[in-house]
């Protein structure tokens, strides 16, 4: 089972990351989470990260890329820094539904 | 109420004259009279009205798991017509300055030399900014990422405009204009301010059951009237006879954008330096702009496929695009040349439509829509940003339950904006959506903030408060240009304006 990413669906509005963050410590804040949001801004290029067990999945709207450790990750900035000091994404075990899944408006997430 | 979830329980005082910053305590009991948002910065903008105050605020909402709880709230007094006025901040504004650690910020005072103001991490920092001043707002965002190393900060800036202070201005968040239609861009000038930046990464609490009753609700909504709904061209639809804006944007549109936490991406990206269908990141550096503004843009379709790139000038000398695309007009200006001279001379010289002669209500621009008696009691209103679609979206009046008379129609938009303005919720979103009614908010405020005592009466109450104190506190209200003044304006403003007394 994993989490799976319709990229362009996603229209930016966040919530994912705060539902990632509730699951591990019941606050809403996006410090924590296992998913997080990018967007290159004036491009309106953006999609997501999330930090898996043993690789990172890269949601970006024109390719769904699996980054293993080692790997150079194409166009990373100093934002996309802290997902690697993340916790692995673990679907929000003994829960239903992953929280990320069951917050998105738009249905982009869903667990495979 | 025992405790604080919403919020984390500080006010921000910023002195530009001393250049000091100081913490105060957002006390329980200024929850229980005010609520949040729009309320409690007016009462924060009344305990500091002899120092010039500029106030920053967050909703009880924002940055929660409700719906669209995206807003941020600016209070002022509007150097256009004097009038108090509360300018709503979208995007990720509003969550990016909670999460700093402050609720609320007041900017008193005028600083003797341009600075930056940096809030992050419960810190605040007052920064020269010389290196920006004169830059548009384009290059100020970058160069504030660059300069704190995150992609993720959020900018409050001003332009060319802003600096000369001309009532003209507009301040920008990020790089995509603002529904600042009444000169806080102007005011930031006055106040030497160019800039707010903000990085949060704090986190507030949440009581028990309030994440299900918010999920449950998204469901509702999204399952209702905005079922499938997305994109400005909705927004659009729901205009009387605008079908050739629709056309504009069919060749252009690359993707749709939300606000936090918003089922309803009301913002549209459009790409016109290089195709609407590349997903890539190319090459492109600047490809195109977010219609943030969808009255700016309508007001500049007389120049066809242009209309965008002229919204994008705007935005990067931080013009309000609606009054400059009107001048720029009645200039005689029919091509992208020639606005674009219009607007580099606009925010070097500034304008304005009274002088002009050009229809406007309290001086701030109108909707480019066809004569209607509620659509001009809305705008003669003032007070809430004229940027939100002065009528129901996608959704229509009968599914908000509104009686069938113009006045009942402009309270009933009036309400749902102090709501929204008052709880950190979308004021456009609550536009579209009777899924989020009354009764639904009173409850979501109970249960986050375990307040038994709070009903729909202390709610109406607080929104009947802002009223009457943002217009007891306005210098005019109401002033509207000739043209305007459809049949039984007079009567009805009267009306309306009565039940604020």
Same mark, same amino acid.
């Given at each position: 089972m994993e989490?799976?990413?319709d990229?362009?669906?996603?229209t930016g509005?966040?919530i994912?990351?705060?539902?990632?963050?509730?699951h591990?410590?019941?606050?809403t804040?996006p410090?924590?989470?296992?998913?997080?949001?990018?967007?290159?801004?004036k491009?309106?290029y953006?999609?997501l990260?999330v930090?898996?067990e043993k690789? @990172?999945l890269?949601a970006?709207?024109?390719?769904?890329?699996v980054?293993?450790?080692?790997?150079?990750?194409?166009?990373a900035?100093?934002?996309?820094?802290p997902?690697?000091?993340?916790?692995? +994404?673990?679907?929000?075990?003994?829960?239903?539904t992953?929280f +990320?899944?069951?917050?998105?408006?738009?249905d982009?997430?869903s667990v495979? | 109420m025992d405790y604080i979830?919403n919020?984390?329980?500080?006010? @921000?005082?910023v002195?530009l004259?001393?250049g000091e910053? #100081?913490n105060d305590?957002?006390?329980?009991?200024?929850?229980?009279?005010?609520?949040?948002?729009a309320?409690?910065?007016? !009462?924060?903008? *009344?305990k500091?009205?002899?120092?010039?105050p500029?106030?920053?605020?967050?909703?009880?909402?924002?940055?929660?798991f409700v719906?669209?709880s995206c807003?941020g709230?600016?209070?002022?007094?509007s150097?256009?017509?004097?009038?108090?006025?509360?300018?709503?901040?979208?995007?990720?504004t509003?969550?990016?300055?909670?999460l #700093? $650690?402050?609720d609320?910020?007041?900017?008193?005072g005028?600083s003797e030399?341009?600075?930056?103001v940096?809030?992050?991490d419960?810190?605040?920092?007052i920064?020269d900014s010389?290196e920006?001043?004169g830059?548009?707002t384009w290059?100020t965002?970058?160069?504030?990422?660059?300069t704190?190393g995150?992609?993720?900060?959020?900018?409050?800036?001003?332009?060319?405009?802003?600096?000369?202070r001309?009532?003209?201005?507009?301040?920008s968040?990020?790089?995509?204009?603002?529904?600042?239609k009444?000169?806080l861009?102007?005011?930031? $000038?006055?106040k030497?301010?160019?800039?707010i930046?903000?990085?949060g990464l704090?986190?507030?609490?949440?009581?028990?059951?309030f994440?299900d009753q +918010?999920?449950?609700l998204?469901k509702?909504i999204t399952?209702g009237?905005?079922?499938g709904?997305r994109?400005?061209? /909705?927004?659009?639809?729901?205009?009387?006879?605008?079908g050739h804006?629709?056309? @504009?944007?069919?060749?252009?549109?690359?993707?749709n954008?939300a606000c936090?936490?918003?089922p309803?991406?009301?913002?549209?990206?459009?790409k016109?330096?290089?195709?609407a269908k590349t997903?890539a990141s190319?090459?492109?550096?600047?490809?195109?702009?977010?219609?943030?503004d969808l009255?700016?843009?309508?007001?500049?379709?007389?120049?066809?496929?242009?209309?965008?790139?002229a919204?994008?000038k +705007?935005?990067?000398?931080g013009l309000?695009?609606t009054?400059?695309?009107k001048l720029?007009e009645?200039a005689?200006?029919?091509?992208? *040349?020639?606005?674009?001279g219009t607007?580099e001379?606009?925010a070097?010289s500034g304008?304005?439509?009274?002088?002009?002669d050009l229809?406007h209500?309290? *001086?701030?621009s109108?909707?480019p829509?066809?004569?209607? @008696?509620?659509?001009?009691?809305? *705008?003669?209103?003032g007070?809430?940003?004229?940027?939100?679609?002065?009528l129901?979206?996608v959704? &229509?009046?009968?599914d908000?339950?509104?009686?069938?008379?113009?006045?009942?129609?402009a /309270?009933w938009?009036?309400?749902r904006?102090?709501?929204?303005?008052?709880?950190?919720?979308c004021?456009?979103? &609550?536009?579209?959506s009777p899924?989020?009614?009354?009764e639904k908010?009173?409850?979501?405020v109970?249960s986050?903030?375990?307040? !038994?005592?709070? !009903?729909?009466?202390?709610?109406?109450?607080?929104v009947g408060?802002?009223?009457?104190?943002?217009?007891?506190?306005s210098e005019k209200?109401?002033?509207?240009?000739?043209?305007?003044?459809?049949? $039984?304006f007079?009567?009805?403003?009267?009306?309306?304006?009565?039940r604020y007394a």
């Amino acid at each position: 089972m994993e989490l799976k990413i319709d990229t362009l669906k996603c229209t930016g509005c966040k919530i994912c990351e705060f539902a990632c963050n509730y699951h591990y410590d019941g606050t809403t804040s996006p410090i924590g989470s296992s998913i997080m949001f990018y967007r290159e801004e004036k491009k309106n290029y953006y999609g997501l990260m999330v930090k898996r067990e043993k690789s @990172l999945l890269l949601a970006r709207p024109d390719e769904t890329e699996v980054v293993k450790p080692g790997q150079q990750i194409k166009g990373a900035s100093a934002s996309s820094k802290p997902i690697l000091l993340r916790v692995a +994404c673990n679907l929000c075990e003994g829960e239903e539904t992953p929280f +990320c899944v069951r917050s998105c408006p738009q249905d982009v997430l869903s667990v495979e | 109420m025992d405790y604080i979830n919403n919020y984390n329980g500080t006010i @921000l005082i910023v002195d530009l004259e001393s250049g000091e910053t #100081t913490n105060d305590d957002l006390e329980i009991e200024m929850i229980e009279k005010s609520l949040g948002g729009a309320a409690l910065n007016l !009462d924060l903008y *009344q305990k500091y009205a002899d120092r010039d105050p500029v106030v920053l605020g967050t909703g009880l909402f924002t940055a929660t798991f409700v719906p669209a709880s995206c807003l941020g709230i600016a209070t002022f007094k509007s150097p256009l017509n004097q009038g108090i006025s509360h300018v709503p901040l979208t995007w990720q504004t509003g969550v990016e300055l909670k999460l #700093t $650690g402050f609720d609320f910020v007041v900017i008193v005072g005028k600083s003797e030399k341009p600075v930056k103001v940096w809030l992050h991490d419960g810190l605040a920092d007052i920064e020269d900014s010389s290196e920006v001043w004169g830059k548009d707002t384009w290059e100020t965002v970058d160069s504030l990422r660059h300069t704190y190393g995150d992609d993720l900060i959020q900018v409050l800036c001003i332009g060319k405009a802003g600096e000369s202070r001309f009532p003209i201005a507009q301040v920008s968040e990020n790089y995509w204009g603002s529904k600042d239609k009444t000169s806080l861009g102007a005011v930031f $000038g006055r106040k030497n301010v160019k800039a707010i930046a903000l990085r949060g990464l704090g986190a507030l609490d949440v009581a028990e059951g309030f994440y299900d009753q +918010c999920t449950q609700l998204m469901k509702d909504i999204t399952n209702g009237t905005l079922k499938g709904k997305r994109g400005i061209r /909705e927004t659009i639809s729901s205009l009387p006879h605008e079908g050739h804006i629709i056309q @504009l944007l069919n060749s252009i549109t690359h993707r749709n954008n939300a606000c936090y936490n918003c089922p309803y991406a009301c913002n549209t990206f459009v790409k016109y330096r290089e195709s609407a269908k590349t997903m890539a990141s190319t090459e492109a550096a600047e490809p195109g702009c977010l219609i943030t503004d969808l009255c700016g843009f309508m007001s500049f379709s007389f120049l066809g496929r242009d209309a965008a790139p002229a919204l994008e000038k +705007c935005f990067r000398l931080g013009l309000e695009p609606t009054t400059a695309a009107k001048l720029a007009e009645a200039a005689g200006n029919r091509d992208l *040349q020639s606005v674009t001279g219009t607007l580099e001379q606009l925010a070097q010289s500034g304008g304005n439509l009274k002088e002009s002669d050009l229809p406007h209500f309290n *001086q701030v621009s109108s909707w480019p829509l066809p004569p209607s @008696l509620e659509i001009s009691l809305i *705008q003669a209103f003032g007070i809430f940003s004229n940027a939100v679609p002065p009528l129901p979206i996608v959704a &229509s009046y009968q599914d908000f339950d509104v009686k069938d008379s113009a006045v009942e129609r402009a /309270e009933w938009w009036i309400r749902r904006q102090s709501l929204s303005y008052i709880l950190g919720i979308c004021p456009i979103f &609550s536009l579209t959506s009777p899924e989020m009614s009354e009764e639904k908010l009173v409850e979501l405020v109970k249960s986050s903030t375990d307040w !038994d005592e709070f !009903d729909l009466k202390k709610l109406q109450e607080v929104v009947g408060q802002l009223m009457s104190q943002s217009l007891k506190a306005s210098e005019k209200v109401a002033e509207v240009h000739h043209s305007l003044k459809v049949d $039984g304006f007079d009567g009805a403003i009267n009306d309306l304006l009565s039940r604020y007394a």
